[in-house]
């Protein structure tokens, strides 16, 4: 069975541009959160998608968004680029996302690179 | 505000000695741990949880943690460390309710010698 995958592996951009981040879930896993991870720091929830709705939103800016699709597969868009979102953004899928024994699964992550 | 201190950012051991990674929560209910292993390059893989019960948990790879509620720790131990092991590892405690996120710390890292 494949795991969660994220597209792209790696990602150049500059500062003031876009970027668009795509995540596919485990098959049968309706719940998808995201997360970014700085060099040298553990992962920071940014967003979580269950059912194509919104349950939870970590200390983000707007310029951070989400949305889920009907086949449970999710984007993140991050707007206005700064030199500090460089990160790892790891995908995370879970079965249910009512409580945290609902195991999360994560895929590679995205390398982002803003310069 | 829930919180995760690791507080060792770097640790070696040498292959086949015991190892012991510290792990301190703040929570207000019972919490939900987790201990996470990440190799360069890759994302993170579970390598235990503790939801209730046993506060005794044995995962994968021969890994296993311990759930102390009076010094809000949740440790984890190996008793014999291999090369394959070296890599970063990252505790978490999960909110429970309505939100699934977790909240992690912000890693160990482990060499080890050979």
């Known amino acids: 069975d494949a795991g969660v995958t994220q597209s792209p592996t790696h990602l150049i951009k500059t500062r003031g541009q876009q970027v668009t981040l795509r995540c596919s879930p485990i098959?049968?896993?309706?719940?998808v959160s995201w997360y970014q991870q700085v060099l040298g720091q553990g992962p920071q929830f940014i967003f979580q998608y269950y059912e194509k709705e919104e349950r939870g939103r970590g200390n983000f800016p707007d310029r951070f968004s989400a949305r889920q699709f009907p086949n449970y597969s999710s984007e993140l868009n991050v707007n206005a680029l700064l030199l500090g979102d460089s990160a790892l953004y790891l995908c995370?899928?879970?079965?249910?996302?009512?409580?945290?024994?609902?195991?999360?699964?994560f895929g590679p992550g995205t390398r982002l690179t803003v310069l | 505000a829930q919180s995760v201190t690791q507080p060792d950012i770097h640790i070696t051991v040498s292959e086949g000695a015991s190892l012991e990674l510290r792990c301190n929560y703040s929570y207000g209910a019972t919490p939900y741990l987790f201990w996470y292993v990440q190799s360069p390059g890759q994302g993170l893989q579970l390598l235990l949880k503790y939801f209730s019960g046993d506060t005794l948990v044995q995962g994968i790879k021969g890994f296993e943690a311990e759930f102390k509620r009076s010094q809000s720790s949740f440790n984890l131990r190996k008793p014999s460390v291999h090369w394959s092991d070296a890599a970063e590892y990252f505790c978490?405690?999960?909110?429970?309710?309505?939100?699934?996120?977790?909240?992690f710390g912000k890693g160990t890292k482990l060499s080890v010698k050979p």
């Open positions: 978490a405690v999960g909110r429970g309710g309505s939100q699934g996120n977790l909240i």
């Open positions: 995370a899928s879970s079965l249910g996302a009512g409580s945290s024994y609902n195991e999360q699964f």
């Open positions: 098959s049968g896993h309706k719940s």
